[in-house]
């Protein structure tokens, strides 16, 4: 048997990695409508965001999309649209983007954490309704590492103590949770769309719901443009101002990239998805380490798999630790570090 890697033995995997993998995939049909948008001089417009918008919010099955600048914006659209500001409490996990979390502060709203279920990596329900004051107004879901939340019973939290529920879909734009989108379960979702997501606009956000009043109040809080389309009676003596006195509208560049990448996104989750349950099904037994992914009969997925994770069980390596495990991971393999 050759020594080990981290012990001086050779490397197992020889091939550079930007040879095996570059993202996002950008084809000549993305520039081409990027370059459609320069050339027509409407950069800041809103035409193309629309269509963007409209497709989108065909593919989650949902009434209304708004696009944004970026997720966090999104993200605080979809707390303002709930209605959270001075004197509520958010329930959210703890281990997060920033995003997730952080923009309630900015609407004078308290952020309070929750266990996180280490099946899932998702909120822990039983924790939720622990951490329920009647100061909750709202819970922000964050499907993390695509791996879709317990949606059931979180519902059913929110539900009796008669909560709003917002996704993050950040990390999983295209997952299911038991055969249905994740997304589609709350009051309201957002996501980012950044350029390393498995689903890009380059860098943009996108915010979908149902509820007409939410739709209204997100555009109401950061898109002037749109306040003169407004319905609802105590929206619209704010026409031409936004509510939130900020600007969260998606480039046109970002919507015509975004496009693109929604027409092809289904094909390239698919493949994706094939890939990595090919390789956590080849260490399937393996001790110490096991996906992070949904059971295979339970119509969840993992969308597009961003931010892949494994969980680690010491215990089962004779206490070795995760670090030295780590250690002889990057031993084992090319490790190319750009400066």
């Known amino acids: 048997m050759e020594e080990l890697a981290i012990l001086g033995g050779p490397k197992a995997v020889q091939t550079d990695p930007d040879d095996i993998f570059t993202w996002p995939i950008i084809t000549q049909e993305d520039e081409q409508a990027a370059l459609h948008v ?8 809103t035409d193309v965001t629309k269509e963007f918008e409209k497709e989108f919010a065909d593919w989650f099955g949902v009434q ?11 993200l605080q659209a979809a707390m303002f649209a709930v209605g959270l500001g001075i004197g509520d409490e958010m329930i959210c996990q703890s281990m997060t983007y920033w995003a997730s979390a952080l923009p309630a ?41 695509g791996h879709p939340t317990d949606m059931d019973a979180l519902m059913a939290v929110a539900k009796k103590h008669n909560l709003k529920v917002i996704e993050d879909v950040s990390h999983a734009q295209g997952g299911l949770y038991k055969g249905q989108l994740t997304g589609t379960f709350g ?8 350029a390393q997501k498995s689903l890009v606009a380059g860098e943009g956000g996108m915010l979908i719901t149902n509820n007409k009043y939410m739709y209204e109040r997100a555009a109401a809080y950061g898109h002037y ?8 009676p105590d929206l619209t003596p704010f026409s031409g101002l936004p509510l939130g006195g900020v600007k969260n509208r998606m480039h046109q560049i970002s919507a015509a990239v975004g496009r693109v990448q929604l027409k092809y996104y289904p094909e390239r989750m698919a493949e994706i998805q094939k890939a ?49 495990f780590a250690k002889a991971i990057q031993a084992w393999v090319v490790k190319k570090i750009k400066r």
């Not at 320069?38 to 417009?45: A, E, F, V, Y």
């Open 187 to 194: 009051d309201v979702a957002a996501m980012s769309l950044m």
């Open 276 to 324: 990595m349950n090919c390789f956590w099904d080849l260490l399937e037994g393996a001790p110490g380490i096991r996906g992070l992914r949904p059971p295979k009969d339970s119509g969840s997925t993992n969308a597009g798999w961003y931010a892949c994770r494994g969980r680690y069980f010491t215990e089962e390596l004779g206490g070795l630790s995760v670090q030295k």
């Open 64 to 74: 209304h999309a708004l696009g944004h600048c970026n997720g966090t914006a999104a």
């Open 225 to 232: 443009s749109r306040t003169r389309d407004l319905t609802s």
């Open 38 to 45: 320069l050339r027509s001089g409407n950069m800041s417009g």
């Open 105 to 145: 502060m900015n609407l004078g709203a308290t952020v309070v954490f929750a266990e996180m279920d280490p099946e899932t990596m998702g909120l822990d329900p039983a924790d939720v309704a622990r951490k329920i004051t009647d100061r909750t107004k709202a819970i922000m879901v964050v499907h993390y590492c």
